[in-house]
Each structure stands twice: as C-alpha cells, then as structure tokens.
C-alpha cells in the first residue's frame, strides 16, 4: 500500500477524535456544511434547471426555489459562528421548513420537466431525500446533534485505525535493494 493510504487513515483518525472531543464545533461545521450545500443548490436551480423550459410558472418557481436555497443556505453560514447552540436549534428548523419548501416547489418543476420528455429520477430523489431530511429533523432533540456528532466521530476513529493498520500490515518489505510483497 502506497504512503497515501497511511495519510488517509491518520487523517481520518484525527477528524474522528476531533467529533469525539470537540462536538459542539463540529456540529457548527456541519450546519455551515449544510448552508454551503443549499447555496449550491440553489445556485444549481437558477443556472441550469431554470434554463430547461420556456413556460414561465416554471422558471418563476425555479427562481423562487433557488434565491430562497441560496438565502437560507447563507443564513445557515452566518448564524452559527454567531449564536452557537440558538443557531444550531434554529437553524435546523429553518432548514427542515426550507427542506419541505424545497420539495413542494419541486414537485411541480418535475411534473413539468416530465411532460418535456427531460429524465426527472434525480428531482424525484431529491423530493423524497428532502422530504425525508426535514422528518429526521423536525425528530432530533437540541442535544441530538451532539450525539449524532459524536457517534460519527466514533465511527471515524475506528475506520481510520483500521485504514491505517491495514496500510502498515501491507506495506512492502524492503530487503538487500529488492522489494519483497509481503503476501
């Protein structure tokens, strides 16, 4: 196994410690994570889903769908580095209402890509994933996020031990100028 693999494990061991030890910035990580992920988003609808039709209740709800995307995703960015646990709280419940909003502008924008003939099996994915993130949401307790965090943390830690036990168990042995598979 190539250095890279050491690399990996270590680093993935590190990143796991670190949701172990520091949860509560870690999960401010990952509400901005989820921002920066809804700007893509609706920077996505606005440049290429908008774009796919010429009827205009079309593009006005892919133009909704994307500036509200965009807004909320910057207010998930901002908010955590402001108010810590307020933000953590608040800001999944806007991201839950801005999930579920998301899903149902979509709906019709599938309906309409469909009757075009355009594929819609990712808008159809994405309605469900969507639907779906704002119940596991609306579900999770203030301290919820902490534990979440703290269990992927976990996890991390394990997989990068093992990545990095592996990496060393096959490493090349390396005997008198000739290397030797170890097997």
Known sequence: M??????LGIMTAIVGLMMLLAAEPM??????VLGISAVFDGGF????????????KFKTQCYIRGAVGIVVGLLCVVLPLKMAQLAWQSMIYVFAFYSI?????????????????????RLVIQ????????VVLFLLPSSAGFTIIRIGGAILLFAGTVITFLAWKNRDIIADDAIVKDE
């Open 45 to 56: 609808t606005l440049a290429s889903v908008a774009p796919l039709s010429v009827d205009k």
């Open 101 to 121: 909003f998301a899903a149902l502008v979509e709906i019709p924008i599938a309906l309409t890509l469909q009757k075009d003939g355009l594929p819609v099996r």
């Open 2 to 7: 190539s250095n890279s693999n050491y690399f």
């Open 27 to 32: 999960v401010q990580v990952f509400v901005i």
């Open 127 to 134: 309605i469900a994933a969507s639907l779906a993130l704002a």
